[in-house]
Every structure is written in structure tokens, then in C-alpha cells.
Antibody, heavy 119, light 107 residues
Framework: QVQLQESGPGLVKPSETLSLTCTVSGGSISSYYWSWIRQPPGKGLEWIGYIYYSGSTNYNPSLKSRVTMSVDTSKNQFSVELSSVTAADTAVYYC?????????????WGQGTLVTVSS | DIQMTQSPSSLSASVGDRVTITCRASQSISSFLNWYQHKPGKAPKLLIHVASRLQSGVPSRFSGSGSGTDFTLTISSLQPEDFATYSCQQSYTTPLTFGQGTKVEIK
């Protein structure tokens, strides 16, 4: 069973960069897409983007100017950086596996990690 | 972006009730629609993909239907472990987008 675990700081100051890593266990990171999703308090889920194990990316245009994703296949990890954060970036951040079989579906998720943007 | 609108935003139901949640897309998405269940502090769970296909391991009391712009998630007999939030997500095009969620609470 594939398992994902997010890690990173729970508190980030405004204007700084949010950095999170997702560690994949129970399966290889190769041959799949890997995604980040967030949920601000009291709001719905927002897709941040995905990275393929080869390194190609697809970001949500609403965040594209501030997002960078990377993958480390040797560690079975992938990461996200979000620059110039504001209070609006406060959210629970999830990592997930994105499987494509003619349809994109997020079939395995991490438990999520709360990131608060505050001075 | 394709906007996904769910209704209701919350509902109260009893164990054994039949529950229906709807999801409407702002444009046709064929059958490219997934449903998820999420609970606080737990990993969200894929329930239904391609509108009506039950994900492996998901109980058969969950079912999905619809195509085009209108979709439905039905729980035929609500169980205690089903009290959660349910979200739809379109996979027709990127950016992938979600509905705002429907919270199913105990009556």
C-alpha cells in the first residue's frame, strides 16, 4: 500500500518561502505523477500542480509565478516551494499520487500538514 | 478554469439514510469526474473515478452517476464511518478543480 507523508515547517513568515517535502513509501515514485493540493481554513480544495517522476511539471496558473516543484527519485521524495507567501497561503497542504488512466485521479494522499503564515 | 459547484454544502442525516450529493460543472466535462471523502487529520480517500467507477476497496453502498455537467454521489445506507466531507473534482482539463465540499453530519 502506497503511503505519503508531508513534512516541513508549520509556521512561515509573510514574504518568505514555504517549503514542503513528501516522502513516498510502499511503492516507487517512478512512472507516476505527484501532486500538491491545499485547503485553506473553511474553503474547498485547491490543486497546486503536479510533477512527473522525470521532472516535468504542470502548475495551477493562479500560483504558477510563485510555485516550484522538484523530485528526488533516489530518496522517493518530491517537494514544493511557494514563494512570497501571505496570510492567504495559510492552509492544510496535502501531497498525493496522481494516476493517469485516461482520467487523472488522486488515488493516494498524505494526511496533510497545516502551514500557517504569520509574523 | 472549470468551476465545480456542489449542493448542498452540508446536510444532516441518520444512520441508514440514503444520501445524495450533487456536483455541477461550469462546462461539459464528459465523465471526467472523481469523488473524494475526507475527514480531519486523515488522508483523503478516492471513492469514485470517471463518474461511476468504484475505487478498489470502497464499499458498494457508494455509487456515482452523471455525465456532461451534472453528477451525483449516492450513499445508499449511511454508516457511522461515512460522516465526513465529500468533494468532487474534474479531471477533464488542468487546472484540476474541486467543488467546495459537502459536509455530512449526524442528525
Amino acid at each position: 500500500q502506497v503511503q505519503l507523508q508531508e513534512s516541513g515547517p508549520g509556521l512561515v513568515k509573510p514574504s518568505e518561502t514555504l517549503s514542503l517535502t513528501c516522502t513516498v513509501s510502499g511503492g516507487s515514485i517512478s512512472s507516476y505523477y505527484w501532486s500538491w493540493i491545499r485547503q485553506p481554513p473553511g474553503k474547498g480544495l485547491e490543486w497546486i500542480g503536479y510533477i512527473y517522476y522525470s521532472g516535468s511539471t504542470n502548475y495551477n496558473p493562479s500560483l504558477k509565478s510563485r510555485v516550484t516543484m522538484s523530485v528526488d527519485t533516489s530518496k522517493n521524495q518530491f517537494s514544493v516551494e511557494l514563494s512570497s507567501v501571505t496570510a492567504a497561503d495559510t492552509a492544510v497542504y496535502y501531497c498525493a499520487r496522481l494516476t493517469y488512466t485516461g482520467n487523472y485521479q488522486l488515488d493516494f494522499w498524505g494526511q496533510g500538514t497545516l502551514v500557517t503564515v504569520s509574523s | 478554469d472549470i468551476q465545480m459547484t456542489q449542493s448542498p454544502s452540508s446536510l444532516s442525516a441518520s444512520v441508514g439514510d440514503r444520501v445524495t450529493i450533487t456536483c455541477r460543472a461550469s462546462q461539459s466535462i464528459s465523465s471526467f469526474l472523481n469523488w473524494y471523502q475526507h475527514k480531519p487529520g486523515k488522508a483523503p480517500k478516492l471513492l469514485i473515478h470517471v463518474a461511476s467507477r468504484l475505487q478498489s476497496g470502497v464499499p458498494s453502498r457508494f455509487s456515482g452517476s452523471g455525465s456532461g455537467t451534472d453528477f451525483t454521489l449516492t450513499i445508499s445506507s449511511l454508516q457511522p464511518e461515512d460522516f465526513a466531507t465529500y468533494s468532487c473534482q474534474q479531471s477533464y482539463t488542468t487546472p484540476l478543480t474541486f467543488g467546495q465540499g459537502t459536509k455530512v453530519e449526524i442528525k
